[in-house]
Structures are given as C-alpha cells and as structure tokens.
C-alpha cells in the first residue's frame, strides 16, 4: 500500500450477500466497471470471502467484500457459510440479492443485518430475463422491502444501485477525528515514537501516520521524537505542549518528565477511541485489579504476523499482568479473525489497537464480550492501568 491510499481498515466495507450463483461476483464487476471477483456459471466458485480495495466514482475509497453463498451444503459448505458470516461483521453496507425461488435464506439474512444495525440494499440481479420484474415484486411484496433492479451483464440499473448505495451509507462513516477535541488549529502537539523491531527500519507504524496526518491536516503544530531523546525535544521548545502522545510502552516514563500542563495520551488509547468503545475499556481495565493466579486472559491481535522479540501482545503485558498478579496467570492469544465465540472462561480479554481492522469488526467484538458479561479492554488502557499512571479521562492523562 503507498502513503496515498487509503488504508483498508478505514474504507467503507460494502459486503455482496445471495444464493450461490445468484451473481455476486458479476455484481461487484459492474460496480466497479472492472474485473475485480472472479466469475463462474459453476456454483460455489466463491470459497473464502474476497476482500477488494477499490475507489468507485460517487461511493469514494471502499472494499468490496465477495462472499461464498448463504446457501452452501455439506461440510466445506458449512465452513464457507461461517466464512460468510464473519465476512457480515466486517460489513459497513450490505447487498442483499433475492434470487428465484423461496426467499427463506434472504429473509433471515435481512432480519440478521437488522438486529445489528447493518443497512441494506435490496437486489434483483439479472434483470435481463424474463422473470426479474416479477421476482421484485414478490420481493416487496414477501420481504417488505423494495429492491433495485439490476443487470450485471447489460449494465441496466448500476447507476441506480449507485446510487442507492451512496443514500444507505451510515450516518456518521466519516468517522469523527482519531483526536477529537483533544488538539485544535495552532496547537502544539508533541509525537513520542521510539522505532523498534516492530516498525522497521524507514517505516513509521500505520497509527502514528494516520494520527500524523490528522494533526497535519488539522493545522497543528507538530514535533516528534523518539523515546530516549524526549527531554531535549521538551528544551527545544518554547513553551509545554498542549498535548503529548506516545507510544503506550513509554506512558509511565513519558508520565514521569512530561509538563505538569501537559496532557497525555497514547496512540493505542486514540485507535480505542476511534476504532471502538474507549468508555467501555477504561471502565474494564479495573478487571485488572481483580486478576488472580487461577484467572484466565485472552490477548487479541488483529495482525497475523509473526510476532518479533519483545513483543507488545505476546511478550510485554502477558510479563506486567504476571509481575502483578503471579506466574500462574494463564494467558491465551488470539490472532487475525480467530476470535473465540465463546469468552465466558475468561476473565478478561485485552485486545490490541486494531489499525488493521475497521471500526464494525471491533464493536462487534466489544459486543460479543459485553453480551458475555466478559470485560474487554485496549492495549494502550491496559499499560496504563498497569503501570499505576492515574486514570484516563476524556482519552487523556493530566
């Protein structure tokens, strides 16, 4: 990905949801206008969901999420239809085509987008036959809903679906700013960003470019520095910053030498913030103090990577959580999409800034763990709350 584009986590996801063969793949090529999904007379081509990055005239930066059909059978059927459904917690916007035939799996598919808030936009693909006319019309008539009728292979109605597409967009996708009210125009903000095995050499980690960018685009007054040379970028300015975010692991050093003027903040507490619930986090880091040596907790990272030496997730806070708690502390990871359905065995889950995933993905995780009545927390609260610095406030620490 070049510095220019827009990262995937922060485009709008439009997930495509139907029978097999019922044309999602032909859908998102005519949207599109190119040949981006795979397309095949033979049903069950789709397996896995296909994740496209595209930037479509009117809609903007999205992804379009291909999915294998809610009507698959047998065992890798099933696997493929549980595919499909983690696909559906990824999805900012859904296309729901109704196919020929009973509308059972779309009706359940349509209540289910519902129940979680996800809009909908309702299609009949292939409205060059005969019969499309009359399956809209049993559409409204069955679903209640009424759909946009469209043909992938002449281009007949995309304009439309466009369209509706642009009117369905959730209210508030253009998500208020990573920093919110914490800085404005002409403040100084101070960027504490040690550069460690984990960003390699050349490279800034993707939270520290986006909230760089922000600052940059909101007309902030801008320094950076790494960990060990903080204090000389403190003496080289000319008056205390009116904000200071660091890197989550320097918080109690940072904490220790900042101003006392000075608020601070980390990049993981503002990704919590801008990709999740930063309340309900603050208020499940007090889960900490309740952790005993028989306690169980779940670490969860969005990145599949391999994790490097000293690792925040798997090395770092599993060593904090045992210094405070004891040795016998069990601790389990999650990686990627492999996050547990069932939490109640744990007592904790803390999650990682999850830069990598857009904000549906992470509130559905924070809702699974709150439906559980299990606590879920963030990195950057996390170290905070283990490392004794005062409780955060607004996103901040003064």
Request: proline letters at 5%; a neutral charge.
């Amino acid at each position: 990905m070049s510095l220019a584009e827009t990262p995937r986590a922060n485009r709008l996801h439009i997930g495509i949801f139907g029978k097999r063969n019922s044309g999602k793949s032909s859908l998102i090529n005519a949207i599109t206008g190119q040949e981006t999904a795979l397309v095949s007379n033979v049903a069950g081509t789709t397996a896995d969901p296909v994740f496209k990055s595209m930037e479509v005239h009117g809609i903007g930066p999205c992804v379009f999420i291909d999915t294998a059909g809610f009507d698959d059978v047998g065992t890798l059927g099933r696997l493929r239809v549980e595919k499909t459904e983690e696909a559906a917690k990824k999805t900012d916007l859904a296309l729901l085509i109704f196919s020929l035939g009973g509308f059972a799996e779309e009706l359940e598919w349509l209540a289910r987008f519902r129940r979680s808030g996800t809009p909908v936009v309702p299609v009949v693909n292939k409205a060059d036959i005969a019969e499309a006319a009359l399956l809209a019309a049993r559409v409204r008539e069955e679903a209640g809903v009424d759909p946009v009728l469209v043909s992938a292979k002449t281009g007949k109605g995309v304009a439309a679906l466009r369209t509706a597409i642009l009117r369905a967009v959730p209210e508030g996708f253009e998500q208020e700013s990573i920093t919110g009210d914490l800085c404005k125009a002409g403040d100084l903000v101070l960027l504490v960003m040690p550069q460690d095995i984990q960003a390699p050499k050349g490279r800034l980690i993707l939270p520290q470019v986006q909230v760089l960018r922000e600052l940059l685009d909101k007309k902030c007054l801008v320094s950076c520095c790494t960990g060990d040379n903080f204090e000389d970028a403190l003496s080289s300015l000319s008056a205390a910053p009116d904000l200071i975010i660091t890197d989550s692991q320097l918080f109690r050093p940072v904490y220790e030498r900042k101003p006392k003027e000075s608020p601070l903040t980390s990049f993981s507490v503002l990704m919590a913030g801008y990709k999740g619930d930063l309340a309900y986090f603050t208020r499940s880091a007090a889960a900490i103090d309740s952790l005993t040596e028989r306690s169980r907790v779940l670490i969860a990272e969005a990145c599949a990577h391999a994790p490097l030496k000293e690792d925040i997730g798997r090395e770092k806070i599993p060593r904090l959580l045992r210094q405070r708690v004891g040795q016998g502390l069990a601790v389990d990871f999650a990686r990627g999409v492999d996050f547990p359905a069932d939490l109640t065995h744990y007592d904790l889950v803390i999650h990682c800034g999850a830069c990598m995933f857009n904000r549906k993905y992470v509130i559905a995780r924070v809702e699974e763990a709150r439906a559980q009545g299990v606590p879920m927390t963030n990195y950057g609260v996390a170290l905070a709350r283990l490392m004794g610095l005062p409780p955060l406030a607004e996103g901040k620490i003064l």
